[in-house]
C-alpha cells in the first residue's frame, strides 16, 4: 500500500508532461526547433537513449550487491522528478523581455523526470504482484490500476491550477517558497504583461510541486527501513 501511495503521486505529478507542461513550452519557452506539441518526443527520446544503459547499470549494481531496495529507488525516483519541477520552476529567472524561459530548461528538466521515471517506473506491477498474498493477487492489481486512474484524477486538478493567477497575499510558506525559486512575488502578477503572468503561474505551480516531491522522496527515504521490514525480504 506504501509503494502503491508513492507510485501514485509520482504519477500525479509526471503526467503533468502530457498537460500543463506543453502548455508551458508553447507559451513561456523559446523553442528553437520543435514546435510545442513536439515537445512531447523528449522524454520518449530519452527513454530509448538511457533504458539500456540503466538496465545495464542495474544488473551490474545487483552483482555486486550494491541495488537499493525498491523503497529507496522510490525515494531516489521522487526526488528526481522534484529536482526537475525546481528546474521547471527555476527557470522564470532566466526569462527574456517577453516572458519566455531558454529551451535548455525544457530538457533538462525532462531528463531529470526520465531518469526518475526509469527509476520508478519497473517497480510497480512486479513488486505489488511479488508482494501480494497468492489469493488477492488480482485484487491488489485493481487497486493498483485504480491508484494509476486516480493518479490521473488528481493530475488533471493540478494542471487546472496553472490557469488561475495566485491571489495571496504572499505571506505563506509556499508563497516565500516559490518567491525563493522563481523569483517572482504574487502581488506583482496584477500588472505584469500576460506572457509574463502566464509564466508566474505555470512556474509557480511548478515549485510546489517540487517541494511536495521533494518532501515525500524525503519522507519515502525516512520510511524505507520500516518499508523493507514489511517486504519481508523482498528487494
Known amino acids: 500500500v506504501l509503494l502503491t501511495f508513492l507510485i501514485m503521486v509520482f504519477w500525479s505529478f509526471f503526467e503533468q508532461a502530457g498537460s500543463s507542461l506543453t502548455l508551458f513550452a508553447e507559451k513561456n519557452v523559446n523553442l528553437t526547433f520543435l514546435n510545442a506539441a513536439q515537445t512531447q518526443s523528449i522524454n520518449p527520446f530519452y527513454i530509448m537513449a538511457l533504458a539500456i544503459p540503466f538496465s545495464y547499470m542495474w544488473t551490474l549494481l545487483d552483482k555486486k550487491k550494491l541495488n537499493p531496495p525498491t523503497p529507496v529507488k522510490s525515494a531516489m525516483g521522487l526526488a528526481q522528478l522534484g529536482l526537475g519541477f525546481f528546474i521547471f520552476a527555476y527557470s522564470a529567472r532566466y526569462m527574456d523581455a517577453s516572458g519566455k524561459v531558454p529551451f535548455i530548461f525544457l530538457a533538462l528538466g525532462y531528463l531529470l523526470l526520465t531518469t526518475g ?119
Open 117 to 235: 521515471e526509469l527509476f520508478m517506473s519497473p517497480i510497480g506491477l512486479s513488486k505489488v504482484t511479488e508482494l501480494s498474498p497468492a489469493k488477492i493477487v488480482a485484487f491488489m492489481l485493481g487497486v493498483y490500476y485504480l491508484s494509476s486512474s486516480f493518479a490521473h484524477y488528481i493530475a488533471g486538478a493540478i494542471a487546472k491550477l496553472t490557469t488561475k493567477t495566485s491571489s495571496t497575499d504572499g505571506s505563506g510558506i509556499m508563497d516565500k517558497w516559490v518567491h525563493f525559486v522563481t523569483g517572482f512575488k504574487p502581488e506583482e502578477a496584477s500588472n505584469a504583461v500576460e506572457n509574463v503572468q502566464s509564466l508566474m503561474t505555470y512556474t509557480g505551480v511548478f515549485a510546489q510541486i517540487a517541494l511536495v516531491s521533494l518532501g515525500v522522496a524525503v519522507l519515502a527515504l525516512l520510511l524505507s527501513p520500516l518499508i523493507k521490514k514489511l517486504m519481508h525480504g523482498i528487494h
